[in-house]
């Protein structure tokens, strides 16, 4: 059974998405993602273990959110500079501070 032609593959799909320019561009960026998550998942746990707190609970995921991911926007930026994908993933990062701060601003 074959798939209707008109319909654009996942790669094309992100790349639109993302507004990038090549199917080249969406493979590196999806490699600055994997690199990243396996990066925080070997480096997790020995940071969670240095706290000495054990899994689950109120303090592991205090300390994941105020440690860990923090550090994943640091590596997705070190990757991304890695794989000729920083200015991509800096645009990213200021759209999510811009969200960030804007849930604790004042509004009008």
Same mark, same amino acid.
């Given at each position: 059974?074959? !798939?209707? +032609?008109?319909?654009?593959?996942?790669?094309?799909? %992100? $790349?639109? !998405?993302? *507004?990038?320019?090549?199917?080249? $561009?969406?493979?590196?960026?999806?490699?600055?993602?994997?690199?990243? =998550?396996?990066?925080?998942?070997?480096?997790?746990?020995?940071?969670?273990?240095?706290?000495?707190? @054990?899994? =689950? /609970?109120?303090? &592991?995921?205090?300390?994941?959110?105020?440690?860990?991911?923090? %550090?994943? $926007?640091?590596?997705?930026?070190?990757?991304?500079?890695?794989? /000729? *994908?920083? &200015?991509?993933?800096? @645009?990213? @990062? +200021? *759209?999510?501070? !811009? #969200?960030?701060?804007?849930?604790?601003? +004042? #509004? +009008?």
């Amino acid at each position: 059974m074959s !798939k209707p +032609k008109d319909r654009p593959g996942f790669l094309h799909r %992100l $790349q639109a !998405k993302w *507004q990038l320019k090549s199917i080249f $561009q969406v493979v590196m960026v999806l490699m600055v993602f994997a690199c990243t =998550g396996f990066t925080i998942l070997f480096i997790k746990a020995p940071i969670l273990d240095f706290f000495g707190v @054990e899994k =689950g /609970g109120f303090w &592991n995921t205090f300390l994941y959110l105020l440690l860990v991911l923090p %550090l994943y $926007q640091i590596f997705l930026l070190i990757y991304g500079f890695l794989f /000729g *994908q920083f &200015n991509f993933f800096w @645009e990213k @990062e +200021k *759209q999510l501070f !811009k #969200r960030i701060t804007g849930l604790f601003s +004042k #509004r +009008k």
